[in-house]
């Protein structure tokens, strides 16, 4: 597992204003919606104000995000989930999806968490997403961070 040294969870303060877009894609339904909660609860305990967007696929959260970010939002928490297939569609999916999320934050200079499950099979994702019997719950992670940075962003331009 991935989860070895991970930051312990501490409260957020001044999260309150932090607009947030979570953008999700539809594949993998049972991990994805995992990952939904996960980011709520996290957005939720922290006080955030946020929204839910779905995508058809994890391809087209980086157009998403960068909408979102056109719009208003001051964070977005990007959550997909690809698995590996016989195909090279994997990685190029993965590259793209990756690459195309970096981008936006960059551009846009502010952040997207990362909750994109790259995975070797549905049993990882089913481990990653927060569900009862999880070990990691990658979507709280990604909208933590996500807010975090924000509030992070906000100190270094004031």
């Known amino acids: 597992m991935s989860g070895k040294g991970a930051p312990e969870a501490r409260t957020i303060d001044g999260a309150a204003d932090v607009r947030v877009v979570v953008v999700a894609g539809t594949w993998h339904e049972r991990i994805t919606d995992g990952l939904i909660a ?53 990685e ?24 994109l499950l790259t995975l070797d099979d549905e049993q990882q994702g089913l481990d990653r997403a927060g569900l009862p019997g999880s070990k990691e719950d990658k979507g709280a992670e990604a909208a933590d961070a996500a807010v975090r940075t924000a509030l992070v962003l906000r100190t270094l331009r004031a």
């Open 38 to 90: 996960g980011a709520a609860r996290a957005l939720d305990a922290a006080g955030a104000d946020w929204s839910l967007v779905r995508v058809p696929g994890s391809f087209e959260l980086a157009v998403a995000a960068q909408a979102a970010f056109a719009g208003g939002a001051d964070a977005v928490v990007a959550l997909g989930v690809i698995v590996r297939g016989g195909t090279p569609h994997f």
């Open 92 to 115: 190029y999916v993965s590259a793209a999806a990756t690459d195309g999320l970096t981008r936006v934050a960059l551009d846009a200079g502010r952040p997207v968490g990362f909750g």
